[in-house]
């Protein structure tokens, strides 16, 4: 059971560049959501799902896009990097009250925007 | 908005003693969860214990457990029998069950177990 795939685990980028975090989950789960973790802030939310089609904005969505065409996948776009987006990113998945609202976590990816 | 407090940024413990770390939250909510998770240096977010708003009696899982105090709005980890592999940084959660069910995190406490 792989739970929540992300990739790459490290990533480096010049500023303007653009690129996608990959989150995937195998547990057919409706709820997808991205967060980011700074030194002494906990985690943010950025970006969250609650099914295939629906996504909405998290407490700091600013320079990050998403979609969800499919209830698996859940990718997170950089459209233009700037320094302040270093960070690591985790996605997580969630199941409903049936599953205890439990949110699995990928491996997160560390990024640093130069 | 619902806002969760830790007020410890660092703790300490001695292997096989007791600690308990401290966490504060604020909601006008009656149905809700409440988690922790651990945080050890391989960075992966690893779920400890949660409880139900709505049970009134306190989660334990093995060396884990918590003093849920609803009324205090208080949710507190009580880790036993401290053991090396339990340093890592904790991060308290909670969650409201229905609307956008975000997940919402406290700052975290860094905890060292001494030898």
């Known amino acids: 059971n792989a739970g929540v795939t992300q990739t790459p685990k490290f990533q480096v980028l010049k500023t303007g560049q653009s690129m996608t975090l990959q989150c995937a989950q195998d547990?057919?789960?409706?709820?997808m959501s991205w967060y980011r973790q700074d030194p002494g802030m906990g985690l943010r939310l950025i970006h969250y799902?609650?099914?295939?089609?629906?996504?909405d904005q998290g407490e700091v969505p600013n320079g990050y896009n998403v979609s969800r065409s499919t209830t698996e996948d859940f990718p997170l776009r950089l459209l233009s990097a700037a320094p302040s987006q270093t960070s690591v990113y985790f996605c997580?998945?969630?199941?409903?009250?049936?599953?205890?609202?439990?949110?699995?976590f990928g491996a997160g990816t560390r990024l640093s925007v130069l | 908005a619902q806002t969760v407090t830790q007020s410890q940024p660092e703790m300490s413990v001695q292997e096989a003693e007791t600690v308990t770390l401290s966490c504060t939250y604020d909601?006008?909510?009656?149905?809700?969860?409440l988690f922790w998770y651990k945080q050890p240096p391989s960075r992966q977010m690893i779920l400890v214990i949660r409880?139900?708003?709505?049970?009134?009696q306190n989660a334990t899982e093995n060396r884990f457990s918590v003093n849920f105090q609803k009324a205090a709005k208080s949710f507190s980890l009580k880790i036993s029998d401290s053991q090396l592999g339990d340093a890592a940084m904790y991060f308290c959660?909670?969650?409201?069950?229905?609307?956008?069910?975000?997940?919402?995190f406290g700052k975290g406490t860094k905890l060292t177990v001494n030898p």
């Open positions: 799902s609650v099914g295939a089609g629906i996504t």
């Open positions: 547990m057919n789960h409706e709820y």
């Open positions: 997580a998945s969630k199941g409903g009250r049936l599953a205890k609202n439990i949110q699995y």
């Open positions: 909601t006008s909510e009656s149905d809700y969860y």
């Open positions: 959660a909670y969650l409201h069950q229905g609307g956008s069910e975000k997940l919402v």
């Open positions: 409880q139900e708003a709505y049970k009134q």
